[in-house]
């Protein structure tokens, strides 16, 4: 008798399929991609695109890359992209994809209204929306539009609409600025949490665990998550370990490691794994992500690391699915 195929590894809570040039590979090689060590993907785009302007780049295009001096502007097609290469598998593979709307501007109070059009028009593909971001390093002040904000009540629209229709929310806000003051207070921990605290009907997901690219751990950063997750007020947060820039802090010391294993032990029913690679088309760089975790891994218990792994993620996103198609028979397309 043939051996039983061994069960997936973990499911993929942040993973982009294209990058900020609309690129990537399509979704039936990303399947490939995932194998049979991946059990499920909350699949999305980037909202933003990278503007050609030919005055500054001439008739090449800059590359794509944060650190050249290329503006980026929404993109809501990409919504529409997403979409389409979902509806374009057999139901088999669909079962394996979370597709996220992100085509939409959080300055914009019809923000909530794109998300609105875009369940309506495709009905039974988006399960959340997200990722996308507030503050960012390297990605808000390239963005030829307003500056997002915490506290635009455009934003706020935003979120208080998801929670009607159940949509799992996957946001980007770095904790602090890159460069902060020493014994400052991060700069923006304070207002993210009056914005969670204003939205307790709407289950969110903080990208990094608050870290970004530049902006390192603060000071007692696990502390700080800790507290987050021991208040009631915010029982309706959690938070993904996801990209490899994160996975860099997390053994700088052996205390930052210890004290990081022994926070997701202990609260591992809020924690999802991502990797967050962009237009991922090879195993090797895919799954490389999960193995720089791996002392997280071997550190955490066999409970703990199956619910970061994938018990999480099904929990999660099973909920918003059955939520979200209740939302989408009740509010027919009126075309």
Known sequence: MAASAAPPVFSDSH??????????????RFLEVMGTRVERAALFGIPLQQKWSHRTSGDRPPPCSLLSNARLYYYSFTDAQIAMEYLSLPPEARARFDPMITGFNPTDMYGADHVRRVLQTFPGVF?????????????????????????????DRLLEFAGEVGLVVLVHNDM???????????????????????????????????????????????????????DPAFDHVCFDISWDEVAKYLDITPESARNVAELVNRRADRFLFGTDLVGPTDEATYFAVY?????????????????????????????????????????????
């Open 291 to 335: 193995d720089l975790y791996g002392r997280l891994w071997e550190r955490l218990t066999e409970e703990a690391s199956e619910l970061v792994r994938r018990g999480n993620y099904r929990r999660l996103f099973d909920e918003a699915r059955r939520k979200v198609r209740a939302w989408e028979a009740a509010h027919p397309h009126a075309g």
């Open 127 to 155: 399960t959340g929306i997200g990722e996308f971001t507030i503050h960012a390093q390297f990605v808000t002040s390239k963005i030829s539009d307003e500056v997002a904000s915490l506290r635009d009540p455009a934003l």
């Open 176 to 230: 602090d600025a890159p460069f902060p003051e020493e014994g400052a207070a991060p700069a923006y921990l304070a207002q993210m949490k009056e914005l969670l605290r204003r939205h307790p009907r709407t289950r969110i997901i903080w990208a990094h665990v608050g870290v970004g690219r530049i902006a390192r751990p603060v000071e007692s950063h696990a502390a700080i998550i800790a507290s987050i997750l021991d």
């Open 15 to 28: 993973v982009h399929l294209t990058n900020y040039l609309q690129e990537g590979p399509d979704a039936r």
